[in-house]
């Protein structure tokens, strides 16, 4: 019976992480290295092979900031705990030579929920134009998690460094050349260079748009 009882326990903790870790949009990889543990046991632990110590389950609760039962119970597909909400800047025009999150550059705070958010810095910004149609609308608030770079084919905000101009674009790499990608046909990709320097401000998770 304690066989049955450790293999539904870890049953339930896997099937939660993964929830959690699709709802913060949390790489394995990141989530690992913050945690501070090997790739291979937070694969495990994911996976439903082995079962952490109570020291981790907490340190795993903090970081999607919801409680330890969340994480080691079942709970009702329907019930989505909600711990509670923070204020993530929507970024309006962007100051010359300040950091991205200075005052100056924050247009008003949009409350969300912690358990949809991604682990690490956020930050909202509006879509401007159609480049990035059908994907992203233009007037929808797009959600960054700020970080240096991005895969190829991903989404990023990009600064334009010259104008401080901050844009949506897919990221293409060639021969050491960085291509800003519209999703729209009709527009035309932006090469980044010497002549056209720009810099990735963070990856876009979502967006919402308001009725």
């Excluded at 913050?34 to 795993?60: C, F, H, Q």
Aim: aromatic content about 6%; glycine content about 6%; hydrophobic content about 35%.
């Amino acid at each position: 019976m304690k066989m049955m009882s450790d293999l539904g326990n870890k049953r339930v903790l896997s099937d939660n992480i993964k929830r959690f870790m699709k709802q913060h949009g949390t790489e394995r990889s990141k989530m690992a290295a913050d945690l501070n543990v090997k790739y291979t046991t937070l694969t495990d632990w994911i996976n439903g092979n082995a079962y952490p110590r109570i020291g981790s389950i907490e340190k795993m609760a903090d970081y999607f900031n919801v409680e330890k039962s969340d994480l080691i119970e079942r709970k009702p597909d329907n019930v989505i705990p909600i711990t509670k909400t923070v204020k993530i800047p929507l970024l309006g025009e962007i100051a010359c030579g300040d950091p991205i999150l200075a005052e100056e550059n924050i247009e008003e705070y949009i409350d969300e929920p912690v358990n949809y958010l991604p682990s690490g810095t956020c930050f909202y910004l509006k879509a401007k134009g159609d480049s990035m149609k059908p994907t992203i609308p233009s007037g929808s608030k797009v959600l960054i998690r700020q970080q240096p770079d991005v895969e190829d084919d991903e989404i990023a905000a990009v600064l334009m460094t010259e104008t401080n101009e901050a844009t949506l674009k897919r990221i293409k790499r060639s021969n050491g050349t960085m291509f800003l990608m519209p999703d729209n046909p009709e527009f035309t990709p932006i090469i980044v260079g010497e002549d056209n320097p720009a810099r990735i401000l963070g990856k876009a998770i979502r967006y919402t748009s308001d009725l």
